[in-house]
Structure formats: structure tokens, C-alpha cells
């Protein structure tokens, strides 16, 4: 029953319905016409409709191995394990271009579901906004990448998925990552029935904001899956290597984050609005020609993706109109919105600006970084390469003081702070960092590295010493700081823990600075030293798994004659795509990761030697850690009281206004 | 950021709301160029071999990386046997995971480094941990030799033919494969006449 025809005449269905959807609620916006606005919702969950039933068709047509269908012969195989036939759905273009899709679609939804409480005309904008952005996409995917063509002789097998991507971790990394960047279509449309509207105010910087927050959320989960998979799977010991791939993730990041403290003071004091549409429209922006240009080819990768130059040009005229569109929509229609009052540097307001400035300055770096050897290729016919050299020289001097100023950043108070009772406040936290200052200076090589390290320890204990503050512990008696905390909105806490988790990845960060590793060719039961270890290589042996070939080897880590841990390093060769990927072997204490990989084998068969590289990574898992931890301070935010009912709230006791400050 | 209605200020506002709307333009322009071309084959990303391929090694002086003696490009174009030289640096795994690649196969081909964005202290540090494959070692601290050569990030390696000319180029680490089934034949063919 669920034919890849049907798959694909539901996804011709969803494409006329969000046409639909994206051209009624707009009119009846303009002309005030209720029935028509009213349609929107029923629209946006009808086109999520028809997209889930494409999407498992097509889940359908590969987990029964139906390799008529074209996508379905290129990236699956009858030996391919049924998980990998589920995930492998989105491993592929025109696989993921139908989830891109199917995402979109879930926020239209979303906004249909929970918006509510939003006034019937912006809803409205909002759900038809959504709507012309998926017809382009599913039109697309309609034209220039069906996942459902038909392929007729039928193979008997299937090609196989790119083994590299046959990886747990890897499975479930798309679709939060693309919930991540799609979910900023939403800030977007709310930023473009804004500019339909001619209005922006406090409750449109109040209503934006939590579906900010929830992309956000996602995205940078999506980031510290990423970054995680590269460190485990392409085996280098490195977490992040400024690919064109990782900064295209990087860049709606880092304006989304600007995204979500600008619309802060749109909602508290009604100013930063225009700036702030700006953001809504280049995070979007970022998100939509990051993932494309990676796959028209005009971005060099290591990551996998299939490139094609005429669908680059699709991509390209779509980019153009909505990018262009709506740029030029704000050029038409920004100057007359009404710009906010002056307000004093000192304040949280200027800090917020402060973070603004710098978080853009930095997406700007990454931006060139990114861009310019394909320009510098383009008008000069020269290649050149921008490398780590270059991010670490730039991101580093403009990464700092963000961290400093985010310390006291959230304790300064509205429209008018003193900048020396803060100050004050934070002399425990002061001293603890010159304390963890001397300590890195003492256990770590390299300026950047230690001032990195004193600023996430500065971050931690200065946003910590503003909790304490606000609950007033060790100030008044210990109930009242209990009744206080749980007065305490949960926005605050959010932020307070997202802060904490920054500060955690940023520890992780300065501590891997200090990695070390070595590269040996060895016969077996050879014993090698690194970072205080003993690393002892017992036995190599071939297994057979699923689809591949493995040579398993066995490592023995022993510290001070101790066993440590055993780790089983391997490089597995693929019988279908004759490939091979390695299997590294990490043994984590959460303060340090040990990681092992088995590389090629030399000499003859009856003496063989194997090349081994040893990693001794200090707080590796805390730069994820700490990427969860901002993401859960995120989505705690989101819980808050306020975002809920969707409207300020009137009856605040005491305790909690002068709490919330 | 003013409130003031004036229209000397309300034109200059208007104009820079239309920045962003200008900035795209241009990249876009730029994009439909690059997708033209790649289209045409006139502009590829990805396959920097094609302007140096075949062509004489370009103009430059190494200074020397210890411990080996500096090159230039008189040292390449004099050549009689094929060379390979290969870009790393300390900072690079990549060229770390391909270090064992290249000492197997240094009995069998003459190999020449140059230390890319390195310091030359840690390129001797990087030499002394993963064994030294190369007779001879260039220092790139700036970078501007790998413009030069048009690298695209580190490893890079150029199979050098007789006369100093570039026969072969990979963007990738060496892996055991390549060398038997693409780099010791070429070297081989190189070597016959």
C-alpha cells in the first residue's frame, strides 16, 4: 500500500497545499479577511500530512529492500542492518532534501498547534510565510531530486550506503541538526509578517523567541554531534577541523545565538528591532545557503555529499528568492519601522549589544574564513587555503571578551547599571579565576590556551556568584534562599545553565589544546609510552561483522602496572564498496579520553608490523558535555512560566520581581 | 539608530537598510559565476591539480628546516629522477596519520618536504616523533610558497618529474593504496626513458 507512488504523489500533494498555504492566509492578512486566515492552521497540518505519508513511503520502499526505486539501489543493500535502512533514508541528497522538507512542515505545524494565543493576522502571516519557503523546497525535491524515481531493470542488490555513515552516532545526527537549522524558519517568517505588518513590538520579540530558542537548541546539539562523530569516526584524534561543512553550522550558530539575546531586548525594552529582523532573516539565511553550497559543490569537503552543478543552479535561484526576496522586502520596509531610544552603555541592554557585536564579529570571521578560497579562486584563478592557522588566530582574540563580559553580562540591570557594585559582588568569583588562572599557567603551554581556560572558569563562577546573589544564600537564612530559588523564573536558571555550559566546552577546548599523541609502526606485543601510560599491543585477529571484514586489535593500557582498560581498535574493509573505515577505540574517565587506532599492516605475513596511533585527549568529552549542557539550559528556558501562558505575567510577588530583576 | 523623520537622515537609512540586500546580490552573483563555471569546466574546487599539472614547478626559495638543507625551484627543474614533495605540517594530523605511508616508501623514491605555517622548532619536534622520510626540507613559515604552488591545505604531496615539472597531485594523505596502485607506476613510467 505505501507504493513509492504514493510517496511521490504525497509529496506533489504536500507541495500544492503549502502553495496553498503560503498564498490564502497572506491575502486574507492584507484584506482582513477572516475566513481566509483562518485557513492557515488546517493547511500547514494537512501538508505535514501528506509529507509524513511521502516520508514513509520511502522508509517503507528501503526497510523492504524495493530496489526499483533508484535512491533505494544507489545507498542501501539487502546485507545493510535495518537500522541503517531506516537512517540510511537521510543519508543521501534526495533523501535529505525530503526530510528538510518534512521538517519544515512539522514547524508550520507546530506554529498552526501551539500559536494560538497569537493574534489570527501575524499567525497567519507566519503559517503563509512558512508555507511559500516549503513549496520551493518540495518543488525541489519534486524536480531535481525525487527520491521516488524508479530505476527499471531492477538490481537484484543494492549498492551499499558510504560506509562511513553506517554509524549510530551519525544516524541521528541529521534530522536534529536540520531541525536545528529548518527550526529558524520559523524566527524568519516571524520576522518577514513583521515586515508585512509594518510592526514590531515587546510581544513580537516575546513571541519569536521561544522558537529561537528551540532551533537553537537543536542546532547546537546538532553542532556537538557533528563534531563528536568527526573525533570517533574519521579517527584523527581532532574534533573540529574548519571544514567548509562545520563552519556552515557553525555560522547560523553563532548569528542565532545573537538572535536570541537581541530579541531579549526587543521584548523588555522595544529597541535593537530592526537589528534583530536583520538576525531573524540572516540566520535563516546562513542555514539555507550553508547546507546548499555544500552540496552544488562549491564548498570543498571531506564531508561526503553528492554534487551536482545544474542542481547547484535550482538551489541558487531558489536562495535567491528567498534570500533576495526577503532582503529586499526589509530594505523596502525596515526604514519605516520605528526605531527605539538611546540607552546607556552601562546597562543590560548595552551588554546584550555588546554580545551582538561580538558574536557577529565572529560569524564574520568564520564567514571570510569560509568563503575566500573560493573567491580568491573565482577572481584570481588562484587556490589558496584558509586553515586552523587562520581560525584560531582570529576566533581566539574575539572569542575572550565575549566570555569576560558574559561573566557580569546577566547581572547588570536594566536601562541603567553601575558597573562597580557588580564588580563587587563578583570578587569571590575574581579571585577564584586568578587562582585557576596561575593553576593553568602552571599545568598548561601557551598563552591562548590559558587565558581560555581562566575565562571558562570565570564564566562558571561569576554566573554561579549571580544565582547565589539572586537567591541571596549565605545572606539571608537558608529557607528564604530555598523559597527564593524556586521563585526564581526558570528563563534565569535557562540562561544560567546554558552560561555554565559554555563555560564547560569552552574548558574542554583549552584543555585539548594540550592533546598529545604519537605514531608507531610496531610488531605485536610491543609496548609503548604516552602521557603516562602504557600502551601494549596483545593481538591483532580478523573478524567478520555484517557487511564487512574487520582486523580487531588488542590494546592493553596499564598505568604503574595497573590494567587500565582493554581497547579493541580495528579497521573494517566493506565488501560492497570496497572500502575500509577505522574503528577507533576510546576508553573515556570523563576527565581524559585514551583513544586508539589500528592503521595499515606492513611487512611479510610472517612477521607483520601494524601502525598504531595513541591519543591521550585531557576533557574531550567535556566540549559536548558542555554543548548539552547549553542545550538544556535552553529548552529549561522554554519551560518558563511566561513563554507558556504567552503573556507577561501580571501578579508577581515580591520576591520574584526584585529576583528577576 | 535615531528617530529623527528628516530627509537627508531618512534617505541615508534607507540606503543602509538595502546593505544587506547589496551584499547578497554580489555573493550571489559570484555563486551563479562559480556554478557557471563548474558547469563549463572552466572553475573546479576541487580538482587544484589542474592548473599546475604538467606545468614546471613555480618560482621560489626555501630557507632550510633542520635538519635538512633548504630547496628552490633551480634544485627541482635540475632534477634527472622523479621527486616527490610533500606539504605537512605539525599541526596537521592528517600528515601525522600519513608519516608511516611515507617512510615505507622511502627506499624507493626521493623525498622532499616543506614544513607549511610551521614554526621550524615544531616541524624538527614533528620530525624527531614520526621519523624523517625526506633528504631535504624547505621552511614555508609564511604560507606564501604554498600560494605559489596553490595548495589547498596540508597534506598536499606533487610527484616532480625530470626537469622539474609536476606530473601528479593529491590533495589527500598518502595511503598504501594509492602508492601501488597510482603514485610507484607513475614513478616507475618517469623513471624508464
Same mark, same amino acid.
Given at each position: 500500500?505505501?507504493?513509492?507512488?504514493?510517496?511521490?504523489?504525497?509529496?506533489?500533494?504536500?507541495?500544492?497545499?503549502?502553495?496553498?498555504?503560503?498564498?490564502?492566509?497572506?491575502?486574507?492578512?492584507?484584506?482582513?479577511?477572516?475566513?481566509?486566515?483562518?485557513?492557515?492552521?488546517?493547511?500547514?497540518?494537512?501538508?505535514?500530512?501528506?509529507?509524513?505519508?511521502?516520508?514513509?513511503?520511502?522508509?517503507?520502499?528501503?526497510?523492504?529492500?524495493?530496489?526499483?526505486?533508484?535512491?533505494?539501489?544507489?545507498?542501501?543493500?539487502?546485507?545493510?542492518?535495518?537500522?541503517?535502512?531506516?537512517?540510511?533514508?537521510?543519508?543521501?541528497?534526495?533523501?535529505?532534501?525530503?526530510?528538510?522538507?518534512?521538517?519544515?512542515?512539522?514547524?508550520?505545524?507546530?506554529?498552526?498547534?501551539?500559536?494560538?494565543?497569537?493574534?489570527?493576522?501575524?499567525?497567519?502571516?507566519?503559517?503563509?510565510?512558512?508555507?511559500?519557503?516549503?513549496?520551493?523546497?518540495?518543488?525541489?525535491?519534486?524536480?531535481?531530486?525525487?527520491?521516488?524515481?524508479?530505476?527499471?531493470?531492477?538490481?537484484?542488490?543494492?549498492?551499499?550506503?558510504?560506509?562511513?555513515?553506517?554509524?549510530?552516532?551519525?544516524?541521528?545526527?541529521?534530522?536534529?541538526?536540520?531541525?536545528?537549522?529548518?527550526?529558524?524558519?520559523?524566527?524568519?517568517?516571524?520576522?518577514?509578517?513583521?515586515?508585512?505588518?509594518?510592526?514590531?513590538?515587546?510581544?513580537?520579540?516575546?513571541?519569536?523567541?521561544?522558537?529561537?530558542?528551540?532551533?537553537?537548541?537543536?542546532?547546537?546539539?546538532?553542532?556537538?554531534?557533528?563534531?563528536?562523530?568527526?573525533?570517533?569516526?574519521?579517527?584523527?584524534?581532532?574534533?573540529?577541523?574548519?571544514?567548509?561543512?562545520?563552519?556552515?553550522?557553525?555560522?547560523?550558530?553563532?548569528?542565532?545565538?545573537?538572535?536570541?539575546?537581541?530579541?531579549?531586548?526587543?521584548?523588555?525594552?522595544?529597541?535593537?528591532?530592526?537589528?534583530?529582523?536583520?538576525?531573524?532573516?540572516?540566520?535563516?539565511?546562513?542555514?539555507?545557503?550553508?547546507?546548499?553550497?555544500?552540496?552544488?559543490?562549491?564548498?570543498?569537503?571531506?564531508?561526503?555529499?553528492?554534487?551536482?552543478?545544474?542542481?547547484?543552479?535550482?538551489?541558487?535561484?531558489?536562495?535567491?528568492?528567498v534570500i533576495g526576496g526577503s532582503l529586499a522586502?526589509?530594505?523596502?520596509?525596515?526604514?519605516?519601522?520605528?526605531?527605539?531610544?538611546?540607552?546607556?552603555?552601562?546597562?543590560?541592554?548595552?551588554?546584550?549589544?555588546?554580545?551582538?557585536?561580538?558574536?557577529?564579529?565572529?560569524?564574520?570571521?568564520?564567514?571570510?574564513?569560509?568563503?575566500?578560497?573560493?573567491?580568491?579562486?573565482?577572481?584570481?584563478?588562484?587556490?589558496?587555503?584558509?586553515?586552523?592557522?587562520?581560525?584560531?588566530?582570529?576566533?581566539?582574540?574575539?572569542?575572550?571578551?565575549?566570555?569576560?563580559?558574559?561573566?557580569?553580562?546577566?547581572?547588570?540591570?536594566?536601562?541603567?547599571?553601575?558597573?562597580?557594585?557588580?564588580?563587587?559582588?563578583?570578587?569571590?568569583?575574581?579571585?577564584?579565576?586568578?587562582?585557576?588562572?596561575?593553576?593553568?599557567?602552571?599545568?598548561?603551554?601557551?598563552?591562548?590556551?590559558?587565558?581560555?581556560?581562566?575565562?571558562?572558569?570565570?564564566?562558571?563562577?561569576?554566573?554561579?556568584?549571580?544565582?547565589?546573589?539572586?537567591?541571596?544564600?549565605?545572606?539571608?537564612?537558608?529557607?528564604?534562599?530555598?523559597?527564593?530559588?524556586?521563585?526564581?523564573?526558570?528563563?534565569?536558571?535557562?540562561?544560567?545553565?546554558?552560561?555554565?555550559?559554555?563555560?564547560?566546552?569552552?574548558?574542554?577546548?583549552?584543555?585539548?589544546?594540550?592533546?598529545?599523541?604519537?605514531?608507531?609502526?610496531?610488531?605485536?606485543?610491543?609496548?609503548?609510552?604516552?602521557?603516562?601510560?602504557?600502551?601494549?599491543?596483545?593481538?591483532?585477529?580478523?573478524?567478520?561483522?555484517?557487511?564487512?571484514?574487520?582486523?580487531?586489535?588488542?590494546?592493553?593500557?596499564?598505568?604503574?602496572?595497573?590494567?587500565?582498560?582493554?581497547?579493541?581498535?580495528?579497521?573494517?574493509?566493506?565488501?560492497?564498496?570496497?572500502?575500509?573505515?577505522?574503528?577507533?577505540?576510546?576508553?573515556?574517565?570523563?576527565?581524559?579520553?585514551?583513544?586508539?587506532?589500528?592503521?595499515?599492516?606492513?611487512?611479510?605475513?610472517?612477521?607483520?608490523?601494524?601502525?598504531?596511533?595513541?591519543?591521550?585527549?585531557?576533557?574531550?568529552?567535556?566540549?559536548?558535555?558542555?554543548?548539552?549542557?547549553?542545550?538544556?539550559?535552553?529548552?529549561?528556558?522554554?519551560?518558563?512560566?511566561?513563554?507558556?501562558?504567552g503573556a507577561p505575567q501580571r501578579a508577581k510577588?515580591?520576591?520574584?520581581?526584585?529576583?528577576?530583576? | 539608530?535615531?528617530?529623527?523623520?528628516?530627509?537627508?537622515?531618512?534617505?541615508?537609512?534607507?540606503?543602509?537598510?538595502?546593505?544587506?540586500?547589496?551584499?547578497?546580490?554580489?555573493?550571489?552573483?559570484?555563486?551563479?559565476?562559480?556554478?557557471?563555471?563548474?558547469?563549463?569546466?572552466?572553475?573546479?574546487?576541487?580538482?587544484?591539480?589542474?592548473?599546475?599539472?604538467?606545468?614546471?614547478?613555480?618560482?621560489?626559495?626555501?630557507?632550510?628546516?633542520?635538519?635538512?638543507?633548504?630547496?628552490?625551484?633551480?634544485?627541482?627543474?635540475?632534477?634527472?629522477?622523479?621527486?616527490?614533495?610533500?606539504?605537512?605540517?605539525?599541526?596537521?594530523?592528517?600528515?601525522?596519520?600519513?608519516?608511516?605511508?611515507?617512510?615505507?616508501?622511502?627506499?624507493?623514491?626521493?623525498?622532499?618536504g616543506i614544513a607549511y605555517k610551521d614554526r621550524?622548532?615544531?616541524?624538527?619536534?614533528?620530525?624527531?616523533?614520526?621519523?624523517?622520510?625526506?633528504?631535504?626540507?624547505?621552511?614555508?613559515?609564511?604560507?606564501?610558497?604554498?600560494? *605559489?604552488?596553490?595548495?589547498?591545505?596540508?597534506?598536499?604531496?606533487?610527484?616532480?618529474?625530470?626537469?622539474?615539472?609536476?606530473?601528479?597531485?593529491?590533495?589527500?594523505?598518502?595511503?598504501?593504496?594509492?602508492?601501488?596502485?597510482?603514485?610507484?607506476?607513475?614513478? *616507475?613510467?618517469?623513471?624508464?626513458?
Amino acid at each position: 500500500m505505501l507504493s513509492p507512488e504514493l510517496g511521490h504523489y504525497a509529496l506533489a500533494l504536500a507541495c500544492v497545499l503549502a502553495a496553498i498555504q503560503g498564498i490564502l492566509p497572506l491575502m486574507g492578512a492584507r484584506r482582513r479577511d477572516v475566513r481566509l486566515m483562518a485557513l492557515a492552521p488546517g493547511l500547514a497540518i494537512g501538508q505535514l500530512i501528506a509529507l509524513l505519508t511521502s516520508f514513509l513511503c520511502l522508509v517503507y520502499a528501503a526497510v523492504t529492500d524495493d530496489f526499483s526505486v533508484q535512491n533505494i539501489a544507489a545507498n542501501s543493500a539487502v546485507s545493510k542492518p535495518l537500522l541503517y535502512k531506516i537512517t540510511g533514508v537521510w543519508g543521501n541528497h534526495e533523501g535529505s532534501i525530503l526530510l528538510w522538507a518534512l521538517i519544515l512542515g512539522l514547524c508550520g505545524a507546530a506554529v498552526a498547534a501551539f500559536g494560538r494565543n497569537l493574534p489570527s493576522a501575524l499567525r497567519a502571516r507566519v503559517i503563509g510565510v512558512l508555507g511559500l519557503v516549503a513549496t520551493g523546497f518540495e518543488l525541489f525535491c519534486l524536480t531535481t531530486s525525487d527520491p521516488f524515481a524508479r530505476i527499471w531493470p531492477a538490481p537484484m542488490d543494492g549498492q551499499g550506503m558510504n560506509p562511513l555513515l553506517q554509524d549510530p552516532g551519525l544516524a541521528f545526527h541529521p534530522p536534529i541538526l536540520y531541525t536545528g537549522y529548518v527550526g529558524f524558519a520559523v524566527p524568519f517568517a516571524f520576522a518577514i509578517a513583521a515586515l508585512l505588518e509594518g510592526r514590531v513590538d515587546a510581544a513580537w520579540g516575546r513571541w519569536v523567541r521561544p522558537w529561537a530558542v528551540a532551533a537553537w537548541c537543536f542546532l547546537t546539539c546538532g553542532i556537538a554531534m557533528g563534531s563528536w562523530w568527526s573525533y570517533y569516526v574519521l579517527g584523527w584524534g581532532g574534533y573540529w577541523f574548519w571544514d567548509p561543512v562545520e563552519n556552515a553550522s557553525l555560522i547560523p550558530w553563532l548569528t542565532g545565538t545573537a538572535l536570541i539575546h537581541s530579541a531579549i531586548v526587543v521584548e523588555k525594552r522595544e529597541a535593537l528591532k530592526i537589528w534583530t529582523v536583520l538576525l531573524a532573516i540572516g540566520t535563516f539565511s546562513f542555514s539555507l545557503s550553508g547546507t546548499f553550497l555544500v552540496r552544488s559543490g562549491i564548498l570543498n569537503s571531506v564531508h561526503a555529499f553528492a554534487n551536482d552543478p545544474a542542481r547547484g543552479v535550482f538551489i541558487l535561484g531558489l536562495l535567491a528568492v528567498v534570500i533576495g526576496g526577503s532582503l529586499a522586502l526589509f530594505a523596502y520596509r525596515a526604514p519605516s519601522l520605528t526605531s527605539g531610544g538611546l540607552f546607556a552603555p552601562v546597562s543590560r541592554e548595552g551588554a546584550l549589544v555588546l554580545n551582538n557585536i561580538l558574536l557577529c564579529s565572529l560569524c564574520a570571521v568564520v564567514l571570510t574564513g569560509t568563503m575566500y578560497p573560493p573567491f580568491m579562486s573565482l577572481l584570481f584563478d588562484r587556490t589558496i587555503s584558509v586553515g586552523k592557522p587562520f581560525f584560531d588566530a582570529t576566533t581566539i582574540p574575539l572569542a575572550l571578551p565575549l566570555f569576560i563580559f558574559m561573566g557580569f553580562g546577566p547581572m547588570l540591570p536594566w536601562k541603567r547599571a553601575q558597573l562597580w557594585p557588580i564588580l563587587q559582588k563578583l570578587w569571590v568569583a575574581a579571585v577564584i579565576t586568578a587562582i585557576a588562572c596561575a593553576v593553568a599557567a602552571f599545568k598548561l603551554s601557551g598563552v591562548l590556551p590559558i587565558l581560555c581556560a581562566a575565562a571558562a572558569i570565570w564564566i562558571i563562577t561569576s554566573t554561579i556568584t549571580d544565582v547565589v546573589e539572586r537567591v541571596r544564600l549565605f545572606r539571608a537564612p537558608f529557607a528564604t534562599s530555598v523559597q527564593r530559588a524556586r521563585m526564581l523564573p526558570r528563563a534565569i536558571i535557562g540562561t544560567a545553565i546554558a552560561h555554565i555550559g559554555v563555560g564547560i566546552t569552552v574548558l574542554g577546548l583549552s584543555a585539548m589544546s594540550q592533546a598529545q599523541h604519537k605514531i608507531v609502526e610496531v610488531p605485536i606485543g610491543t609496548t609503548e609510552h604516552l602521557a603516562g601510560y602504557d600502551w601494549t599491543l596483545t593481538n591483532v585477529k580478523q573478524e567478520p561483522g555484517p557487511n564487512y571484514t574487520a582486523m580487531v586489535g588488542t590494546l592493553e593500557v596499564r598505568r604503574n602496572g595497573h590494567l587500565i582498560t582493554v581497547m579493541h581498535p580495528s579497521k573494517r574493509s566493506f565488501n560492497t564498496q570496497n572500502q575500509t573505515t577505522t574503528d577507533v577505540a576510546i576508553h573515556t574517565n570523563l576527565l581524559a579520553d585514551l583513544y586508539g587506532v589500528l592503521g595499515d599492516k606492513h611487512g611479510p605475513e610472517s612477521n607483520p608490523t601494524y601502525v598504531l596511533r595513541l591519543h591521550y585527549n585531557p576533557l574531550a568529552p567535556w566540549m559536548w558535555l558542555g554543548a548539552l549542557v547549553m542545550a538544556f539550559g535552553g529548552a529549561l528556558s522554554l519551560s518558563d512560566r511566561r513563554v507558556r501562558v504567552g503573556a507577561p505575567q501580571r501578579a508577581k510577588s515580591s520576591a520574584e520581581m526584585s529576583a528577576a530583576s | 539608530m535615531s528617530n529623527s523623520e528628516t530627509p537627508p537622515n531618512a534617505s541615508r537609512r534607507r540606503l543602509l537598510m538595502a546593505l544587506p540586500l547589496a551584499g547578497a546580490g554580489v555573493v550571489g552573483v559570484a555563486f551563479w559565476k562559480m556554478l557557471s563555471g563548474m558547469e563549463h569546466g572552466s572553475f573546479n574546487p576541487h580538482d587544484i591539480n589542474a592548473p599546475v599539472l604538467n606545468r614546471p614547478v613555480p618560482d621560489f626559495t626555501l630557507p632550510d628546516q633542520p635538519p635538512m638543507q633548504g630547496f628552490n625551484t633551480q634544485d627541482l627543474r635540475n632534477l634527472t629522477q622523479p621527486v616527490l614533495v610533500n606539504f605537512f605540517a605539525s599541526w596537521c594530523i592528517p600528515c601525522l596519520a600519513e608519516m608511516p605511508t611515507l617512510m615505507t616508501l622511502k627506499d624507493k623514491l626521493t623525498m622532499w618536504g616543506i614544513a607549511y605555517k610551521d614554526r621550524p622548532e615544531n616541524a624538527e619536534n614533528f620530525l624527531k616523533h614520526s621519523g624523517n622520510p625526506f633528504s631535504r626540507l624547505g621552511s614555508d613559515h609564511e604560507g606564501r610558497v604554498g600560494i *605559489e604552488w596553490g595548495i589547498s591545505g596540508v597534506p598536499e604531496t606533487f610527484l616532480i618529474g625530470p626537469g622539474g615539472v609536476i606530473r601528479w597531485h593529491t590533495a589527500a594523505p598518502l595511503t598504501d593504496d594509492i602508492l601501488s596502485q597510482t603514485l610507484l607506476p607513475l614513478v *616507475e613510467k618517469l623513471k624508464a626513458p
